[in-house]
């Protein structure tokens, strides 16, 4: 056999040719859709909402990703609960993740300053936890949780009509949606409202001087809202040891595992109302709790399946528009869909999520009980 001696050089460059052949006839790997992920990481709330789109995206990926066959991949940054450090990570995401499509924001303040930074960017915003009204102003931005009037009107007719409160004490965090459940109470209630308190969301951990002015007004329901659970809990156990005998009225969204874990036998009789609930028997409800419980060894809570919904129905309507970089038409088709979720069929009118469904909680025996 005849042997032929090639330079050195020549044959690095048949080496290269060869390798360029066997790459280009494998099998392309699917490029990877990036999604950007905010949420206060370090909270218990902040890790549910991640907890929820991470399965979400799991789910998604499990049954063909997206855009033929492309995999979710999810970029996730702790915005603190703080928005200047909500828009860094906004802008960084834009900028050098170059993701067309923003999930998470659990408090007023971070989701509007996300939503200027998506704005400016031309990039979707999905609101998935946030109530504040003014996000849905940008016609790319979509809003999850329902707003606090339309819990307000829902939930103050049920106090009305089923616990019917004579004297009612209202604790909230100190903030803009603290604020409105105030105004809401004292719109639906008037007189009945004997006394309001504000706490510092995040910050206070002492209730004592609190509960015990509450005690001093002595009413008959005490209705309550908090962002993050640590405090809630905190909150119930100062109320029981400071000797309060009313009625434990929550404000949707609150009620949770996590809620529980801290508060313990503090929680129990607490009730709500809410669009979602573990055990809400739909195909995808199911499937979504046992792929938690599968993972996390837990329960998911209403933050976890928020972080969930969002994620879910942004995979279904990338795949409805087929894109996720025209952020226009994916808004449009989002917009104009119904879509597959958890607590049954979505719909997005003037960009919020809406369903006809919401059911009774309450606290017995240390669980989550579902009244419907």
Sequence with gaps: MMRIFLPTALRGLVAACALAGLISGAPAVAQEVKIGVLYPIKTMLGQQGRNGAEIAAEMINANGGVLDGRPLKLVVY????????????????LSEDKVP????AINTAVSLGV?????????????????????TEYDRAFRFNPLVATDGQVFNQYLKDKVKPQRMAVVVENGDYG?????????????????????????????????????????????????????????LRTLAEAGVKAKRC??????????????????????????????????????????????????????????????????????????????????????????????????????????????????KDGKITVNE
């Design 78 to 93: 702790d915005d603190n609960y703080q928005p200047a450090d909500a828009v860094a990570a906004a802008r960084k995401l």
């Design 101 to 104: 499509v923003i999930v998470g």
């Design 115 to 135: 939503t200027q930074v998506a704005q400016q960017g031309g990039a979707m915003f999905l609101a998935a936890v946030t109530k504040a009204p003014q996000v």
């Design 179 to 235: 604020r409105s459940i105030i105004a809401s109470m004292k719109e639906s209630f008037g007189s009945a409202v004997v006394a309001t308190e504000l706490y510092e969301i995040l910050k206070q951990t002492d209730f004592s001087t609190l509960a015990s002015r509450v005690k001093a007004a002595n009413p008959d329901v005490v209705c309550m809202a908090f962002s993050a659970p640590e405090q809630g809990g905190s909150l």
């Design 250 to 363: 929550i404000l949707p969204g609150s009620v949770s595992p996590a809620l529980l874990q801290v508060a313990g036998p503090a929680a129990e009789g607490a009730f709500t109302l809410d669009i979602w609930a573990p055990t809400m028997n739909t195909e995808t409800n199911r499937k979504f709790v046992a792929a938690y419980h599968a993972k996390h060894k837990a329960a998911p809570g209403k933050v976890d399946f928020l972080g969930f919904e969002s994620m879910w129905i942004l995979g279904q309507a990338i795949r409805s528009a087929g894109t996720v970089t025209d952020t226009a038409k994916l808004a449009t088709t989002l917009r104009q869909g119904t879509w597959d979720s958890p607590r049954g069929q979505v719909k997005f009118p003037a960009n919020q999520a809406t369903s006809d469904k919401w059911v009774v909680l309450e606290v």
